[in-house]
């Protein structure tokens, strides 16, 4: 292959077994096998991700939430420019970047998604030209950093790399701290419905303050952080540009959270150079993200399914889902971490109402907290059982991680 003449001996080298053994793992129903490819190869190589990522310009995608969605407007949008390197199945770890770039070949450019705790790592692996920073709030408790640790990490992390462009959530005060005095940032608003995490300023423990008449607005009570004013900002189902042009957007992926996530990647693309008016209506091609938001019909019902894995997802889950018979799955399996107490820092009263089934092996959590919040509910043994209890029509569905991926399975892994 071209590119492979230009790493060396090593890396050539690691590059073709990583994709031959996703390629197996991908012949043999093991999955995409992104992981897989991607550790032998750095195995061989443990340079191999730098050296695959030399030559590209790349953005890189994080945050706590929406980062896969995010990623796959980016690189619906800058496609515009020429071919794109990405994760699209969301393996967000050196090994998963590592097969993606081997894979892709040569590409001008490689937007990554990226875990919160290894941005630093991959900053340094692959120098990108530009970062974009979502938003930071408390996740599974037995696994991820406090919130305020894990800004503390990216301030420091930026601080060191002061020649990167930082696309960043104005509306977040955990990312604005995380910024902290990187010269070169975009502001985005994509709002933040979230708030549970920032009602302490990160920089001096005072209280956050939010104006009335603007709800987006926020300051410290002590004058330590104060909302910057945002170049990028949504409308409805808009996004207005830095230089104030209006794109009209035709998402199909639905939610204002979506917008949002828009916004951020026509903010990041037009910083690479693409012109926004053409990249914007790339947008709408996206329909499903590995799943999400995938839409199926099975004996009489439509049947959506919407991932939530921490408070602030199940906060947007909440308002993509239609008034509709609602199935929420929950399991506490190592990728949605075990502990489930994090249940009751959901607010589950805008389900009250409609009809509710919960399944997962961890369904008796959800029980509990259902019945704190006064939402009535059924239990069903499976999903299968689910869809022969809800009537004929929509059904949505709403899981974590492991549950989420039970039921793909058992749609035959819709994407």
Known sequence: MEDEKKLPLRASLAASVSRTAAALSRAAGRGDGSVIGGKLGMMIDPDLLAHLAAGRKI?????????????????????????????????NMPTGHTSALARAGSTPFAVLEVDEHWLPKVIAATDPKVVALLNLSRDQLDRAKEVAMMAQLWRDTFAKHPGIHLVANADDPMIVYAV???????????????REDAHVCPACG???ERGE??????????????????????????????????????????????????????AVTHYLGADTAEAAPKL???????????????????????????????????DMAEDAPTLLAINARDPDGYDTSWLFDVDFSPLRGRQVLITGERAYDLAVRLEVNEVPFTH??????????????RLEVIANYSAFQDIRAELDRVV
């Open 213 to 266: 008449a603007d709800d987006a607005h926020w300051q410290c009570s002590n004058g330590d952080l104060v909302r910057p004013t945002p170049q990028w900002t949504v409308d409805g189902n808009a996004v207005i540009d830095a230089s104030g042009t209006r794109h009209e957007l035709k998402l199909q992926l639905p939610g204002k959270v979506n917008v949002g996530n828009a916004a951020t990647a026509l």
């Open 59 to 91: 953005a890189l995608v994080s945050g706590t939430n929406g980062k896969t969605t995010t990623t796959r407007f980016t690189t619906a949008a800058l496609s515009v420019l020429g071919d794109v390197a990405t994760n699209s199945f969301g393996a």
């Open 284 to 318: 709408a091609e996206v329909a499903s993200v590995a799943g999400r938001y995938a839409q199926v019909e099975r004996d009489g019902r439509k049947i959506r399914l919407l991932l939530a894995k921490n408070p602030a997802s199940w906060l947007e889950a909440f």
């Open 380 to 393: 069903v043994a499976s999903f299968a059982r689910a869809v022969q209890t809800a009537p004929p029509g």
């Open 206 to 208: 005072g209280h956050m």
């Open 180 to 194: 902290g005095a990187a010269p070169s940032v975009t502001w985005f608003s994509a709002g933040q419905r979230w």
